[in-house]
């Protein structure tokens, strides 16, 4: 299994309130992904790394903020958390990217509960 | 709009005997597809790929098959355990896109019936 931790495994915040989630990995993994899972959606991706301090947005991006200021790390901020993000949320890291022939490998996920 | 579609949320089988998923897309761009298993409290994890150049890709007792003039892919598991009982995820992504992304389907829901 890849190396990829989150934390915290379960939040339950208030609507308004900042929240942060961290994404770990132990792969040198230069491309780092973050993905929320809906019912009705599957995942759909947020925002995404392409290394240190380069960023750029997902499918689903408003409202969310990340940052990656070393190699293992990845944050997902959400600056006031609104009830239409209570979600899992999933990291995800691959080695490569383009050609198609590299896979993104998943993190455990975070469920998230925003009231 | 949902670029990948699975129409199925969930199948039943008797162990033993083979399962199929299916997968539909719409875009025609997409050049890689994969699928993925998952456990309830645990993150997807990767199960098998096939390039848009192939038809079919096998790994064990998963083989998917891909007909890019439907724009349908489905994944067989043959024979079907307990074990494989999951929520299985097609996706798919292009090369023309500026990162690695997945779009992926809502998920099917597959029991096997010892």
């Known amino acids: 299994d890849a190396g990829i931790t989150q934390s915290p495994r379960h939040k339950v915040t208030e609507t308004g309130t900042p929240v942060t989630l961290r994404c770990h990995q132990t792969e040198n993994h230069r491309y780092m992904y973050w993905y929320r899972q809906d019912p009705g959606h599957g995942l759909r991706l947020i925002h995404y790394?392409?290394?240190?301090?380069?960023?750029d947005k997902g499918e689903v991006s408003d409202g969310y903020s990340v940052s990656r200021s070393k190699t293992e790390d990845f944050l997902l901020t959400l600056e006031s958390a609104t009830s239409s993000q209570t979600s899992v949320y999933f990291c995800?890291?691959?080695?490569?990217?383009?050609?198609?022939?590299?896979?993104?490998?998943f993190g455990p996920g975070t469920r998230l509960t925003v009231l | 709009d949902q670029q990948v579609k699975q129409n199925s949320p969930s199948l039943s089988v008797q162990e033993g005997r083979i399962s199929i998923l299916n997968c539909d897309y719409t875009n025609s761009m997409f050049d890689y597809f994969l699928w993925y298993k998952k456990y309830p409290a645990e993150g997807p994890t990767f199960l098998i790929s096939?390039?848009?150049?192939?038809d079919k890709n096998e790994d064990g007792r998963f083989t998917v098959f891909l007909n890019k003039s439907a724009k349908h892919l489905s994944l067989h598991i043959v024979p079907s355990q307990p074990g494989d009982s999951a929520v299985y995820f097609c996706?798919?992504?292009?090369?023309?896109?500026?990162?690695?992304?997945?779009?992926f389907g809502t998920g099917t829901r597959l029991t096997v019936i010892p």
């Open positions: 996706a798919a992504s292009s090369d023309q896109t500026g990162a690695n992304n997945l779009f």
């Open positions: 790394s392409y290394g240190v301090k380069d960023t």
């Open positions: 995800a890291i691959s080695r490569q990217r383009g050609s198609g022939t590299d896979t993104q490998y």
């Open positions: 096939i390039s848009s150049i192939k």
